[in-house]
């Protein structure tokens, strides 16, 4: 198996020029081949009627035929000129006449030809040459009665081999140096069209070796989308480094005080069993927390979820424990909405604002989607009082809540915000047109 995507290009391209080539040279070949037999054909055709025109017939039926000086070839006047002429009535007798070039040479055995029939023959004759013979069948009526004859014309085949040789040398030259520079202008289109692949090697090498944190050259198109799906799992990567060491100094932050109770139980005492156990609870879900968080993954190689279906499971799960309310949720999220979520971090985020949600709206909320320039939108509305321009920015860092009166540890939107963030998305808040919050999520189209 060939490893190298360039070595591969390479050998396709010189096989298919290769081909190419070949079938060329063929069909030209034959096409000069052919060209010449047919000029060839045409030439002797047009000898045999010039001799037709110049023969004549006495009224006893025998054939008078012009001197040497004045046949219509001066080739047929010359010994072995390559050019050949007999005539004879039938072609089991014996020639009626030969042309002077003739005489040096025996006779072909003739074909029979039929009267305004006209037939060519290769042929060899004793001397091991190639030969074209044409056969022309042909009557004169005269007073006395109708007279048939066969004129035929032999002709060498050398002359057409010769020309054909010389043109396959010059063909397969030209062809040869078309063959030479198309391979060179190949090599140098494939080395230019290859080369943001090794641009982008080199940037990853530089990413390896710590002196570059993403890809930042201008690539195609289509290196383009490959090279944007690297950042995006670079920058997913350092934001789960990010959020590995957040929960490691967050869990430890949050271990301190239930270790401090537990140092600061002194001597054994009544309530020790139970000071340790409640501690020892709140530390292990402590621990699930962080661990929960942490594990948001945020990867674009996750599989697609739908969006409403999952939205429907929240929302019963909360009609339940907010039942008392009486709350109306509308739910007009597309039903064909796929994310690439995790379904564990979808449910945490709207966990998370559906629960905000409940807690203060009146008697209604909203569920809906769009999407805008690749964006996928959703959005949750409800008639509650709504949050306040200066209490946004608090609320959403962690341990920041707008009422201190009610019940809660105000580190929800900060859970969704990191979540969110870790799938490159981004939350909004702002008025709805219920009259209560507008929370927004905006996720990138699958």
């Known amino acids: 198996m060939i490893n190298s995507l360039y070595l591969r290009l390479s050998l396709t391209a010189i096989l298919v020029i ?27 055709l047009g000898i045999v009627y010039q001799l037709l025109t110049a023969s004549q017939v006495d009224e006893n039926g025998h054939l008078i035929m012009p001197l040497p000086t004045d046949l219509p070839s001066p080739q047929l006047a010359l010994p072995d000129s390559g050019w050949y002429a007999f005539v004879s009535r039938n072609p089991e007798d014996s020639p009626i006449w030969r042309s002077p070039s003739l005489r040096t040479l025996p006779t072909p055995t003739p074909f029979p030809v039929k009267v305004g029939e006209k037939h060519w023959q290769e042929l060899k004759l004793d001397d091991e040459k190639a030969y074209y013979l044409l ?34 040398q010059r063909l397969w030259s030209g062809l040869a140096g078309a063959a030479v520079l198309l391979f060179t202008v190949q090599v140098w289109l494939m080395r230019w069209g290859l080369k943001p692949l090794r641009e982008v090697g080199g940037e990853l090498s530089a990413i390896e070796s710590g ?54 139980t002194g001597e054994p005492t009544e309530d020790l069993a139970h000071t340790v156990q409640e501690q020892a609870t709140r530390m292990l879900r402590i621990v699930e927390r962080q661990l929960q968080r942490a594990g948001a993954s945020g990867s674009t190689t996750l599989p697609p979820i739908a969006v409403a279906q999952v939205t429907e499971r929240v929302t019963a799960s909360l009609s339940k424990v907010y039942r008392w309310k009486n709350i109306t949720v509308t739910n007009e ?46 959005s949750i509305d409800d008639d509650g009082p709504g949050i306040l321009a200066e209490d946004i920015n608090r609320i959403l860092l ?49």
């Open 135 to 168: 056969g022309f069948g042909f009557q004169r009526t005269v007073k006395t009665g109708v007279f048939p004859f066969n004129f035929y014309l032999l002709t060498e085949l050398a002359p057409i081999e010769n020309d054909l040789h010389a043109f396959r």
């Open 398 to 446: 962690r341990g920041g809540r707008a009422d201190e009166s009610t019940p809660g540890h105000g580190i929800g939107l900060s859970v969704v915000t990191d979540v969110v963030e870790a799938y490159q998305g981004r939350l909004n808040i702002g008025v709805s047109k219920l009259g209560g919050a507008l929370i927004e999520f905006e996720f990138a189209e699958v």
């Open 18 to 44: 290769s081909v190419f080539l070949a079938a060329t040279a063929t069909v030209l070949d034959n096409a000069y081949l052919e060209g010449s037999k047919l000029a060839l054909r045409e030439r002797m």
């Open 333 to 378: 999220i597309d039903p064909g909405l796929l994310l690439r979520l995790d379904e564990a971090d979808l449910i945490e985020i709207l966990g998370n604002v559906l629960d905000n949600a409940f807690k203060w709206s009146h008697s209604r909320i909203l569920l809906r989607s769009r999407k805008h320039n690749h964006l996928v939108i959703l």
């Open 211 to 264: 002196t570059a944190v993403e890809i930042a050259g201008h690539y195609p198109y289509e290196v383009k989308k490959l090279t944007d799906r690297i950042n995006i799992l670079l920058i997913q990567e350092r934001a789960r480094q990010t959020r590995y060491r957040n929960a490691l100094a967050d869990l430890a932050h949050s271990l301190k005080t239930p270790l401090a109770v537990l140092l600061s």
